[in-house]
């Protein structure tokens, strides 16, 4: 069951990335068409292109961890066996979802704050700035689904 929920996860994560990415990539041509050939521009596009490259980031991120790709600081790993590094997998895995739910719970903090103190005209963007909770739960939760499942060889 656990399997089948990290699955659909990574499959729900994967469309949102690919989505954002494809709608940075028309967004940005059609920005380029309006700008060189109709002599225009729309300053809401970069704003929003800004944004869905943050998505993209942080996507990408959560996608990486879920495959046991992310970023790793694995210096000792040289001099410690298969059978240590196994048994420091869980105990850093829960160390890492403990500072990426942090990190959520701070993130939505600054959410809250953007959101109370922004200018009228300005808050149409506020929502792109969820992917930063959003982003650090999945994370967290991604570390959490290491921790408690098989490692793979």
Same mark, same amino acid.
């Given at each position: 069951m656990l399997e089948r929920f990290e699955k659909n996860l990574v499959k729900v994560e994967s469309i949102i990335a690919a989505a954002s990415l494809f709608?940075?990539? @028309?967004?940005?041509?059609?920005?380029?068409?309006?700008?060189?050939? +109709?002599?225009?521009g729309y300053a809401? =596009?970069? =704003?929003?292109?800004?944004? +869905?490259?943050i998505i993209c980031g942080?996507?990408?991120?959560?996608? @990486?961890t879920s495959k046991l790709r992310h970023i790793k600081i694995d210096a000792l790993t040289v001099i410690m066996s298969e059978r240590q590094i196994s048994?420091?997998?869980c105990p850093l895995s829960l160390f890492s979802a403990i500072v990426c739910l942090m990190m959520s719970y701070y993130a939505g903090i600054f959410f809250m704050d953007e959101w109370q103190? @922004? *200018?009228?005209?300005?808050?149409? @963007?506020l929502p792109f700035n969820l992917i930063y909770p959003f982003g650090f739960g999945l994370l967290s939760l991604h570390f959490l689904l290491i921790c408690f499942k098989? *490692?793979?060889p």
């Open positions: 709608l940075l990539l @028309a967004l940005s041509l059609f920005q380029i068409f309006t700008r060189n050939v +109709l002599d225009f809401e =596009i970069e =704003i929003i292109n800004r944004n +869905l490259l942080a996507m990408g991120a959560v996608l @990486a048994l420091l997998r103190y @922004a *200018p009228a005209n300005e808050r149409w @963007a098989k *490692p793979r």
